[in-house]
């Protein structure tokens, strides 16, 4: 384990050094994802002002859901996203064959090696929205809520890169898994907006088999003190634990698939 | 001294979807699955001392590959019993990859974007080399694959040849006891192989590193490996020693005869006709025992004889004739 440990920073420092060859790149790339982000968040702004709130949330609101909601899955999904969904090709190609003749669990090399700091933009872009809409909220904020609030940020990230992992995992069984990623981003869009807004039918699936309501609603709700449908009172200890049992899970799923991995020819 | 690889009776069987033709199929196959089990590998057997070098050889889709991803602990056997080091490959896959260095011909281990050297360094953290030990292997790979030139310019700017031997260096920096790779010299200038070649034979008598090579340039086998284990369809068909197999396919010499002129149509009870370009015709002497003078002495005077050589069967040929009489050939080996 401290092998590993020592090994992680020098495979994100090599990550690191690869992007740092293309600066104009990645520079660029910041900027092009925090004005996208941007837009997204102006319309909905613009929404709010002509509606006022929606579903009971109010611009401030929304804000910190919003700034909440890209926080955690930047931070999970630099950690999986792009690692996971080239899974299909490292298979096909046969470069994940290369990572498996090394004496490192594939997941950490593949995590760490591949640590996206593209990500800088929606990070930045997400601080900046949560301390404005903070500063406009008025939350009470005791020790107790401020630790919630971390851990509940460290839980969805854990939610993200372990779903992300799951997907990814697939691919060494079905070769393919893109479209996993396709059905993973239709209910991410949704976990923009509040809960309470869905059909109760949308509203248990994102709470149980597509668990995105935990990516940002029912911790800023839980925050907010505002209710949660279905969870009520559960609905903090639920989004602390969601976590960490979907990591569990995601282990248990990587190793399946590592054990039944069949390369795809050649 | 026991086995530094032994396998017995491994098989591996996927299992593969059987497409039904056409665009009908496509949509029945939508709604029924009809599996198939494909045998890529199937009840070999064979083991390897330390310090061997090993070509696994076999036309394309004959398991070649899918035995080395099982001795490498990419794959697990579905059959049969394989030990690597005293271990089970897959089982105890890390461990085993301290162990061995493997070069995918065609699969870069090096960070593309990067200088030669922090692949290198990476590498020297992932298998905990100490420093001492790293420094001195680097100065060896550095001096013999002379790559003093490019150790610290980034890969992409690398021709083939020395990205070939930069992939080779990586596998060999932690001082594997066994190194595996697959098609080492593929796309290769002339140059290049032979200084691939020369190096991978001096580490195998140098260093005693095991080598298990997958290749299908003939002359990598001549020169770097002493033993074959030819496959295919999944099974074992030879394995022995590479002059074991050329004497006993050996017979085949070919006879070239030039003519003044197109003698016409030529029988020969001594040698077969092999090809008939006109004024020059090729004979392939079947039988060890018959001699040139044989030839000439049935072939009598009068046809106009120019030159005469005769060619000792060259690898290509040894296993052109293996594979075309495999059945044969390998109840006989």
Known sequence: ?266 | MSPIISASGVGKTFRQLKRQSGFGGAIRSLFSRDYSEIRAVDGVSFAIEPGEAVDYLGPNGAGKSTMIKMITGILTPSAGSLSVLGREPHANRMVNAREIGVVFGQRSQLWWDLPVRDSYDLNRHIYDIPEARFADNLAFLTAMLDMAPYLDRPVRQLSLGQRMRAEIALALLHDPKILFLDEPTIGLDVVAKDAVRRFLSEVNKQRGTTIILTTHDLVDIEEICPRLIMVDDGKLLFDGELKRLRATLGSRRRLILEFATDPGPLALATATLAADEGATKHFLLENETVSLLDVLGELGRGHGLKDVKLEEPDIEEVIRTFYQNKPKLAAAL
């Open chain 1, 1 to 266: 384990m401290s092998s590993v440990l020592r090994v992680i920073p020098h495979l994100i420092g090599i990550h690191i050094r690869t992007h740092m060859e293309y600066r104009g790149a990645l520079f660029i790339g910041w900027i092009a994802q925090a004005i996208g982000y941007a837009g997204i968040y102006a319309s909905i702004a613009l929404l709010l002002a002509r509606f006022e709130n929606l579903g009971g949330w109010t611009w401030p609101q929304m804000a910190l859901l919003l700034a909440f909601h890209l926080l955690a899955y930047a931070l999970g999904a630099s950690l999986s996203f792009v690692q996971f969904r080239d899974m299909e090709e490292k298979v096909r190609l046969g470069t994940f064959d290369a990572i498996l003749v090394k004496p490192i669990g594939p997941w950490t090399f593949l995590a760490f090696s591949g640590l996206n700091i593209e990500y800088g933009g929606h990070i930045a872009l997400a601080i900046g929205l949560m301390v404005w809409s903070v500063s406009n909220l008025g939350i009470d904020w005791s020790p107790g809520l401020v630790l919630y609030f971390l851990a509940a940020i460290v839980s969805a990230a854990m939610l993200t890169a372990a779903l992300m992992t799951m997907i990814g995992a697939t691919a060494l069984i079905w070769v393919r898994s893109r479209h996993l990623f396709s059905i993973f981003f239709g209910f991410w869009e949704l976990a923009r907006y509040p809960l309470n807004i869905f059909p109760l039918p949308l509203q248990i699936m994102m709470i149980t088999f597509a668990p995105l309501g935990f990516l940002a609603f029912i911790p800023t709700a839980v925050a907010l003190g505002k209710p949660v449908p279905i969870l009520g009172d559960w609905a903090g200890p639920a989004s602390l634990a969601i976590g960490p049992l979907f990591v569990l899970l995601a282990i248990v799923h990587w190793r399946y698939c590592l054990r039944n991995y069949q390369g795809a020819g050649g």
